[in-house]
């Protein structure tokens, strides 16, 4: 099952349980990864740059990590198919960043509204820390349901199927209370911020491909016709047929249309997921086309 995952998904695994199998090596050794590399208060004299980037590959304990790690699996491998590899790798990269951003802009109003009244010393500063791929994963999420709406997924608890796109609105307004009600150590808002990157960047992959659909549909499948027109149309081809399949130059010209079609269709899917995606009926297909 491993070697079937897509590259991006296969490696951000590997790499994420890698970093948590360092982090407990240092740890033992007294050195703490998270000191460093997790994304420290903007104000905190911590923070580094780098850490909007280095924090989502940390994680504050087993149960964090295998909890992100299965999420990945479960979304992820859908959405770099949609996305293609290189696009998705992009876009769980800038879901993360924007989750960290996200993260400190809360942290500021925090801080504004505590530092009005107390002084706040820097060993507090500097015990803010964020960790995590939760905010990219969220992201993640967030295209499956905008990606396959319809989709049903079931809960372990409650046991019950939701619908991919009512599934997200539920994690958005769990994420929003829990934001203002919760007194935990968990970063919602970096949650919400991740997602919130990822709905500007299918926005923008969809005005790329000239995504002219409803709301919800996949960004690369075209809107599908009524009921009324598939019977329309189906019956206007009947009417041609029947006035042209007596003609040679049209039933040339029908057959040439067709195959053209099928090679647009195995071309787009090669430019969306790669060659590797393609059956092996595809492939003989674009070998025999290229060969004439």
């Not at 090596?25 to 911590?46: I, Y």
């Not at 199927?161 to 997200?168: D, R």
């Not at 960047?201 to 960004?219: A, E, H, K, P």
């Amino acid at each position: 099952m491993f070697r079937n995952l897509p590259p991006i998904v296969k490696n951000l695994l590997i790499i994420n349980f890698i970093v948590y199998l360092a982090q407990l090596a240092f740890e033992a050794h007294g050195w703490d990864l998270v000191n460093v590399f997790g994304l420290h208060f903007v104000l905190a004299t911590d923070f580094r740059l780098w850490q909007l980037f280095t924090y989502m590959f940390l994680h504050g304990g087993t149960m964090h990590l295998l909890l992100n790690m299965f999420s990945l699996w479960m979304f992820g491998c859908q959405a770099e198919r949609d996305f293609g590899s290189k696009r998705f790798l992009l876009f769980y990269l800038l879901c993360g960043l924007g989750a960290g951003l996200f993260q400190e802009i809360w942290q500021l109003g925090e801080y504004a509204l505590i530092a009005k009244d107390y002084y706040v010393p820097a060993e507090v500063l500097n015990a803010w820390a964020t960790v995590g791929a939760s905010g990219a994963i969220y992201g993640v999420l967030l295209s499956f349901g905008m990606n396959h709406p319809e989709q049903k997924i079931w809960l372990m608890f409650p046991p019950i199927p939701f619908k991919a796109k009512w599934f997200v609105v539920f994690m958005v307004v769990i994420e929003l209370a829990e934001a203002f009600l919760s007194t935990g150590n968990v970063a919602h808002f970096a949650h919400l911020g991740g997602m919130f990157v990822g709905w500007l960047l299918i926005l923008d992959f969809r005005r790329r491909d000239g995504y002219r659909g409803r709301r919800g549909r996949n960004v690369w499948q075209p809107r599908k016709p009524s009921t009324w027109q598939r019977v329309r149309e189906r019956m206007q081809g009947k009417r041609n047929a029947m006035r042209n399949e007596s003609n040679p130059d049209y039933r040339y010209n029908e057959s040439k249309r067709t195959n053209e079609a099928r090679m647009d269709e195995i071309l787009d899917k090669v430019k969306r997921s790669g060659y590797q995606s393609l059956t092996e009926e595809e492939k003989r297909e674009l070998f025999d086309r290229s060969q004439r």
